[in-house]
């Protein structure tokens, strides 16, 4: 044995990947393991007002008021899993940030970077010195003249999201190392640099982002407001029974389609249609906008709602590509005693642990 082996331990840095949804905050400590980085903790707490609420309409005053309740969610969740760690990188959910694909000629970075500042405000909603700014590479192409251009995914996140961010992180003791978007993220976890074609369908409470992911990066990413407590409102409306029970009910049961408990596929069918047409409308602009698009190969389903029992079957029906539920755990180690969680737990966890990866790839 090497006496000095505890060094080493004490000495590998551990990183806290925080996901902020709208109804559960997920923080997943990631440190350097043996082979892979090792998961060492992890914590998922629901706002318990959030079904409360499944029947508000989702407007920024909704997400406001549950915004004062990040800092206590998350001021308990530390408290419970007691990290190592005070590094936190987190993820902005989609719905913050605005995405468009801009074609530009080919040119230098550095040209390319101030083409980019002169270009943003024709296409950002709010003013420039208002947003902070941040773009991918996601494709080139040549037209028939011979022209190159380069494809960028400009991002852009209001300002005031992110003093916001960084003072409840300032609140509950923590250093916000960086922030990302939750597409980048979910790439890390679940394509860690597989070339096929993917489409990712992060299926939270309050909405459903498609992120589409080729030759291994992020390429293109939307957002619809269908998703898991609109599943819930339907079962509640149409069972005619209060929010909280039809969660469990949708839990227990999912849409599993046949035998007894087939009622519930039948009413949750139309709105997962509803998610799926919004989804099958990205795949079309996707395609649109790039030349070199390639057909989805594979879906990813993470989320919450990705845990709906039946799921994988009936989207992979629905949009004849085989759809799998996430598992990103597989690239971490972790406690044994985890291992009968796993399935479950990795939809929830994608996004964390890919916030975590940031700092181990
Ligand atoms: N076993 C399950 N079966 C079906 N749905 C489930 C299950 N477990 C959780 N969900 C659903 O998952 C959703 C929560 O998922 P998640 O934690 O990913 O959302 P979020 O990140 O808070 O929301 P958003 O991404 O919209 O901000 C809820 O709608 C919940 O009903
Ligand atoms: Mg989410």
Redesign the pocket.
């Known amino acids: 044995m090497n006496p000095f082996s505890f060094v080493k331990q004490t000495i590998s840095p551990s990183y806290l990947g925080v996901?902020i949804?709208?109804?559960?905050i997920?923080i997943a400590e990631v440190t350097g393991g043996e082979q892979l980085p090792k998961l060492v903790n992890y914590g998922i707490l629901e706002s318990k007002s959030s079904l409360a609420r499944a029947n508000t309409v989702f407007q920024t005053s909704s997400l406001k008021l549950f915004e004062k309740g990040i800092e206590e969610i998350l001021g308990t969740l530390l408290e419970k899993v007691q990290p190592h760690t005070k590094e936190a990188i987190a993820s902005l959910?989609g719905f913050s940030a605005f995405m468009t694909v801009v074609d530009f000629p080919e040119m230098s970075p550095q040209d390319l970077a101030r083409a980019i500042g002169f270009k943003a405000k024709e296409y950002i909603p709010l003013p420039v010195n208002e947003v902070a700014l941040d773009w991918l590479n996601v494709g080139t192409y040549e037209d028939e003249k011979g022209m190159r251009y380069v494809q960028v995914l400009l991002i852009s996140v209001p300002q005031e999201q992110i003093r916001k961010y960084q003072q409840i992180f300032r609140n509950v003791g923590l250093t916000l190392r960086a922030l990302e978007i939750e597409g980048l993220s979910l790439v890390r976890s679940l394509i860690a640099g597989d070339p096929t074609p993917t489409l990712i369908m992060?299926?939270?409470?309050?909405?459903t982002a498609a992120i589409i992911a080729d030759k291994g990066v992020l390429r293109f990413a939307t957002q619809s407001d269908f998703?898991?407590?609109s599943l819930?409102q339907s079962l509640a409306a149409s069972l005619n029974i209060n929010p909280v029970r039809a969660?469990e009910m949708?839990?227990e049961r999912?849409i599993l389609g046949t035998g007894p408990v087939s009622e519930l596929s039948t009413i949750m069918s139309p709105m997962l249609d509803a998610i799926l047409n919004e989804v099958k409308r990205s795949l079309r602009v996707y395609e649109s906008q790039f030349h070199d698009s390639r057909n989805m190969e594979r879906i990813i389903l993470s989320?919450?709602?990705a845990?709906?029992?039946g799921i994988e079957a009936y989207v992979s029906e629905a949009m004849g590509v085989p759809a799998v539920k996430a598992a990103p755990l597989h690239r971490f180690e972790y406690e044994s005693g985890i291992e009968p969680l796993a399935g479950e737990l990795g939809p929830?966890l994608s996004v964390a642990l890919g916030l975590s990866l940031r700092e181990f790839t």
């Not at 949804?21 to 559960?24: A, C, K, R, V």
């Not at 992060?202 to 909405?207: A, E, L, M, V």
Request: net charge positive.
């Open positions: 996901d949804g709208t109804t559960s997920k959910p992060d299926i939270g409470s309050r909405s998703a898991g407590a819930t969660e949708k839990r999912g989320g919450g709602g845990n709906l029992m929830f």
